[in-house]
T-cell receptor, first 110, second 115 residues
Framework: QQPVQSPQAVILREGEDAVINCSSS?????VHWYRQKHGEAPVFLMI?????EQKGHEKISASFNEKKQQSSLYLTASQLSYSGTYFC???????????FGTGTRLKVLA | DTEVTQTPKHLVMGMTNKKSLKCEQHMGHRAMYWYKQKAKKPPELMFVYSYEKLSINESVPSRFSPECPNSSLLNLHLHALQPEDSALYLC??????????????FGDGTRLSIL
C-alpha cells in the first residue's frame, strides 16, 4: 500500500521547474509532502485534503486528485535550497498508521 | 533548529549492549512517533504513542522497547540488536494521533551503528 512516487530522481538547473507525482493503489483521505535534506530531519511542506484543493508554500505548490488517488508537487523557478529528497505521505486507510511514499531525490545545480 | 530534540546524535553499540534513545518536544503535542530509516529509503513507522499510551506497534521486534514517561518525552530502549538494525532513528510529534489532518514535526534523528 506504499504510495509510489515518480520520478525516482531528477536533476535541475536553478530556475527550472519540476513536478513530482505520488500515486496510491488505495483511496486517499489526505496527502502530505515532506522534504528531507541529507543528514537532516524531514520537514513538513503541506497537507492536501479531499476536494482537489491546491496549496502553496513559497514557490512550491501541490494538487490532490482523490478520484485518481494521486497528488502532484510543483516546484517552480527552483532554487539551490530545494535540493533534497521529497516524500509524500498518507495514512493507511482506516488504520491511523502513517506511510511514506517511495521518495524522489531532487538536485538543483547552479 | 528543530523543535523535537533527539539524543544522542550518533550511537555505536555492540550486539550485547543495552542503550536508550531519547526524544523530547515542548510543543504541547500529545502524539509521538518512532521511525526507522535506512539509507536512501523512506522512514518506516515503528511505534505511536497517543496521550502517553502505546497505540501502534508495527510488529517491531521485542529488542526495541518504547517508553513514554510523559507527554513531552519518548524513549526507545535497545537490547541485543542485530547489524541490520543499523539505521537512522527518527522521532516525531503531532498534535494528536490523527495523522490524516496534521503535520508531524521530526527530530534530526539518532544514527545508530551496530557492531
Amino acid at each position: 500500500q506504499q504510495p509510489v512516487q515518480s520520478p525516482q530522481a531528477v536533476i535541475l538547473r536553478e530556475g527550472e521547474d519540476a513536478v513530482i507525482n505520488c500515486s496510491s493503489s488505495k483511496a486517499l483521505y489526505s496527502v502530505h509532502w515532506y522534504r528531507q535534506k541529507h543528514g537532516e530531519a524531514p520537514v513538513f511542506l503541506m497537507i492536501l485534503l479531499k476536494g482537489g484543493e491546491q496549496k502553496g508554500h513559497e514557490k512550491i505548490s501541490a494538487s490532490f486528485n482523490e478520484k485518481k488517488q494521486q497528488s502532484s508537487l510543483y516546484l517552480t523557478a527552483s532554487q539551490l535550497s530545494y535540493s533534497g529528497t521529497y516524500f509524500c505521505g498518507t495514512e493507511k486507510t482506516g488504520t491511523y498508521k502513517y506511510i511514506f511514499g517511495t521518495g524522489t531525490r531532487l538536485k538543483v545545480l547552479a | 533548529d528543530t523543535e523535537v530534540t533527539q539524543t544522542p546524535k550518533h550511537l555505536v553499540m555492540g550486539m550485547t549492549n543495552k542503550k536508550s534513545l531519547k526524544c523530547e518536544q515542548h510543543m504541547g503535542h500529545r502524539a509521538m512517533y518512532w521511525y526507522k530509516q535506512k539509507a536512501k529509503k523512506p522512514p518506516e513507522l515503528m511505534f505511536v504513542y497517543s496521550y502517553e499510551k502505546l497505540s501502534i506497534n508495527e510488529s517491531v521486534p521485542s529488542r526495541f522497547s518504547p517508553e513514554c514517561p510523559n507527554s513531552s518525552l519518548l524513549n526507545l530502549h535497545l537490547h541485543a540488536l542485530q547489524p541490520e538494525d543499523s539505521a537512522l532513528y527518527l522521532c516525531a510529534s503531532s498534535q494528536d494521533g490523527d495523522t490524516r489532518n496534521q503535520p508531524q514535526h521530526f527530530g534530526d534523528g539518532t544514527r545508530l551503528s551496530i557492531l
